[in-house]
């Protein structure tokens, strides 16, 4: 819930790529909050994406991602990513489908803090579920 509060709270008062407050500075943009896909990749061109975005809504306050067929289709476009972090393209449980996430596979540390720092707070580093190409990901 605080989730969306904070998410409402930030398109609310600005519409830009930027952070709301201190506490989001430094979030991906994939793996923000959404209700819709409207609310993913603002300021971002998103015509430019690889496919459009979406609001993946089997995560538990929605997920900004966009479909992808290899690595090198996340952080294709200026702005997509904010900070150098890895970004993979990996199936997501059992949909089939490609999707771009915020990887934790090479963090050889607290993978789970990576995620809570780099993406949010409640996310945790875990499998895709997506078959033989899983990947770990950092989501809720």
């Known amino acids: 819930m605080f989730q969306r ?18 506490d989001n500075e430094g ?18 061109d998103t015509e430019a994406l690889p496919s459009p975005p979406m609001c993946m809504d089997r ?3 929605g997920y900004c991602t966009h479909h992808c067929a290899s690595d090198d289709d996340c952080c294709s ?14 199936p997501f449980e059992s949909t ?3 999707y771009c996430f915020l990887s934790c596979e090479a ?3 607290d993978q789970d803090e990576f995620c809570a720092q780099n993406a949010h707070p409640e ?16 989501v809720p």
């Open 5 to 22: 509060l904070t998410l409402v709270a930030c398109f609310c008062t600005a519409f830009t790529a930027s952070a709301c407050d201190d």
């Open 27 to 44: 979030i991906e943009q994939t793996g923000a909050s959404c209700e819709v896909a409207e609310d993913c990749y603002p300021g971002v």
């Open 59 to 61: 995560v538990e306050n």
């Open 77 to 90: 476009v200026p702005g997509e990513c904010e900070d150098d972090l890895p970004q993979v393209c990996a």
């Open 96 to 98: 089939g489908e490609y």
């Open 107 to 109: 963090v050889v540390s």
């Open 123 to 138: 996310f945790h580093c875990r499998s895709t579920g997506g078959g033989s190409d899983n990947r770990k990901v950092c």
